[in-house]
C-alpha cells in the first residue's frame, strides 16, 4: 500500500525564518511527486511535479528536491503570505507496472504559519 | 488555465436525503476525480474516472456513487445522506502526465 508521511504537522516561523517541510513516501513504483499549497475554504493548486531523485523545482521563495525515500519543500525567507497547508502526493503504478490512471496518493499535510 | 467548476460551496443536507455534487471541467481531460477532505486523515479517494461512462472505486467508495455521461462533467451521488459524510469534498481532473487541477471545494453539512 501507497503511504505518504509530512511532517511536521504544523509549523510556525517568523518573517524571514527560513526552513524545510519533509514528505516520507512508501510507493511500489515511482511515477510522480507533486506539491500542492492549500488556503483555507479552498481547494489545493498546484506548485511542483518531481519525477526522479535528484531533480528540484523552484518558485519564487519555494523549492522542492527529491530523493528516492522524501522530499523537501525549502522555503527561503518566507512572508505571511506563504500562511498556508502544504500538500504532498504521490502518483505510484499499479500492480502491473502501469499508470494507475493518474490517482494520487496524499500526505495529511503541514500547516505553515509565518508570522510578521 | 485549466477551470473546475464544482457547483456549489457549501450545502447543508438532512440523513437520508439523496445529494448530488456536480463538478465541469473545461480543458477535455480525460481523467476526473472525487476526494473528501478531513482533519486529521488528509485527502481520500471516493471514485474516479477515466473516461465517458467509466469509473474505478477508489479508497472509501461506501456510501457513494458516480456518473459521468459527459466528458467535461462528473457527478458524484450520495445515495442517502448519513451524518458521517459531513466533509469537505474536492473534485479534480488531470490531463496526461500532469498534476491535478482541483475545483473550490463543497463543504457539506448533514444534519
Known amino acids: 500500500e501507497d503511504q505518504v508521511t509530512q511532517s511536521p504537522e504544523a509549523l510556525r516561523l517568523q518573517e524571514g525564518e527560513s526552513s524545510s517541510l519533509n514528505c516520507s513516501y512508501t510507493?511500489?513504483?515511482?511515477?510522480?511527486l507533486f506539491w500542492y499549497r492549500q488556503d483555507p475554504g479552498k481547494g489545493p493548486e498546484f506548485l511542483f511535479t518531481l519525477y526522479s531523485a535528484g531533480e528540484e523545482k523552484e518558485k519564487e521563495r519555494l523549492k522542492a528536491t527529491l530523493t528516492k525515500k522524501e522530499s523537501f519543500l525549502h522555503i527561503t525567507a518566507p512572508k505571511p503570505e506563504d500562511s498556508a497547508t502544504y500538500l504532498c502526493?504521490?502518483?505510484?503504478?499499479?500492480?502491473?507496472?502501469?499508470?494507475?490512471?493518474?490517482?494520487?496518493?496524499f500526505g495529511q499535510g503541514t500547516i505553515l504559519t509565518v508570522h510578521p | 488555465d485549466v477551470k473546475v467548476t464544482q457547483s456549489s460551496r457549501y450545502l447543508v443536507k438532512r440523513t437520508g436525503e439523496k445529494v448530488f455534487l456536480e463538478c465541469v471541467q473545461d480543458?477535455?481531460?480525460?481523467?476526473m476525480f472525487w476526494y473528501r477532505q478531513d482533519p486529521g486523515l488528509g485527502l481520500r479517494l471516493i471514485y474516479f474516472s477515466y473516461d465517458v461512462k467509466m469509473k474505478e472505486k477508489g479508497d472509501i467508495p461506501e456510501g457513494y456513487s458516480v456518473s459521468r455521461e459527459k466528458k467535461e462533467r462528473f457527478s458524484l451521488i450520495l445515495e442517502s445522506a448519513s451524518t458521517n459524510q459531513t466533509s469537505m469534498y474536492l473534485c479534480a481532473s488531470r490531463a496526461h502526465r500532469d498534476g491535478y487541477t482541483f475545483g473550490s471545494g463543497t463543504r457539506l453539512t448533514v444534519v
Open positions: 480543458m477535455d481531460h480525460e481523467n
Open positions: 502526493a504521490v502518483k505510484a503504478t499499479d500492480n502491473a507496472g502501469g499508470t494507475s490512471y493518474g490517482k494520487l496518493t
Open positions: 510507493v511500489s513504483g515511482l511515477r510522480g
